[in-house]
């Protein structure tokens, strides 16, 4: 009877057994767990039935190597899993609100298996839920971060009276919510649009963090001719500062409006894109971060972000 390919074991889930084996097997007493890593030696293409029965190799054709893995601050550890920002978990620390292996730890700089058991407190888990972030419809002249002269940053527009009225979250805006609300991200001096606030460590990584790709979506209003190659570019082969940038969506919009749909966030990167391609930009507004929208958020206010948005 010929023989399938098909009926040979995928070398991927083998290997994803060896390595789920090893992890139901680690220490769990403090000493450093293990990670595994293989190579295989089986091959996916067979010239001849024949050929193939010699290639069926047990488990040993597998090389499995273990190297043990070292300390690493708490608090790095706990950014990297998305727990939180470091400087949030040097506060849960400090408080003594982290628990690793079932043991509250109190002081800050210690080290620990990148494979731990982290958790907060309750009051820890508390604390999280009560991180505000709000989001921005900035106008023009408004700087995004840091005030600069003449200009005022965007978190003074976060106050009672900018508000939108059509809010639907059942938060009560005070000050003491403005501690620590820093902008994910930024939005130019003379763009408009959405713009996001927060306390919260997880949501800033997932937008900006180095390892980030939610898209970003903008409308632009440009004058100049764009030519198909034009748009072309726009979309994928376009460089800034000697670096080709991510594939970007680009359409129009309207006669005079463009769309585009960023995973990136160089600075003045759409003016910079359009300005190679012989577009002048004349007005960019930001309309949508991942899955929230900006709506019908009026130019200036604010909303808090709905209890089951996420980006």
Not at 48 to 66: E, G, H, M, R
Not at 97 to 124: C, H, Q
Not at 190 to 211: F, M, N, P, Y
Not at 238 to 253: E, G, S, Y
């Amino acid at each position: 009877m010929e023989k399938s390919a098909a009926i040979f074991p995928d070398p991927v889930k083998i290997a994803t057994l060896i390595f789920q084996t090893v992890e139901k097997t680690h220490v769990t007493d403090g000493s450093p767990r293990f990670f595994v890593d293989w190579k295989i030696h089986i091959e996916r293409e067979w010239p001849s039935a024949d050929f193939a029965d010699s290639l069926i190799q047990p488990l040993s054709s597998f090389v499995v190597k273990f190297f043990p893995m070292q300390p690493e601050r708490l608090s790095k550890i706990m950014a990297q899993r998305g727990m939180c920002s470091r400087r949030e978990a040097d506060r849960y620390i400090e408080r003594g609100l982290v628990f690793v292996d079932g043991e509250r730890v109190s002081e800050l700089g210690t080290k620990i298996s990148p494979a731990a058991k982290i958790e907060l407190s309750e009051e820890g888990k508390k604390r999280q839920q009560a991180q505000v972030t709000a989001l921005l419809n900035k106008p023009i002249g408004t700087v995004s971060g840091q005030p600069e002269k003449n200009y005022k940053p965007a978190v003074d527009l976060i106050n009672a009276q900018t508000r939108w009225s059509g809010d639907r979250s059942s938060r009560t805006f005070n000050p003491g919510q403005l501690k620590g609300l820093v902008p994910a991200g930024r939005l130019d001096i003379d763009s408009t649009g959405l713009l996001v606030l927060t306390q919260d460590g997880r949501i800033a990584k997932k937008i900006i963090g180095e390892t980030s790709c939610v898209p970003k979506e903008y409308l632009v209003r440009v004058t100049g001719t764009l030519s198909a190659e034009g748009l072309k570019h726009l979309n994928h082969g376009l460089r800034l500062d000697d670096k080709v940038l991510k594939p970007a969506k680009v359409t129009w919009q309207n006669d005079d409006q463009l769309r585009f749909i960023l995973r990136e966030g160089k600075k003045r990167q759409i003016r910079r894109m359009c300005e190679l391609v012989g577009l002048n930009v004349v007005g960019l507004k930001r309309v949508r971060i991942g899955n929230v929208m900006l709506g019908h958020l009026p130019l200036g206010q604010w909303r808090y972000l709905g209890q089951n948005e996420r980006f």
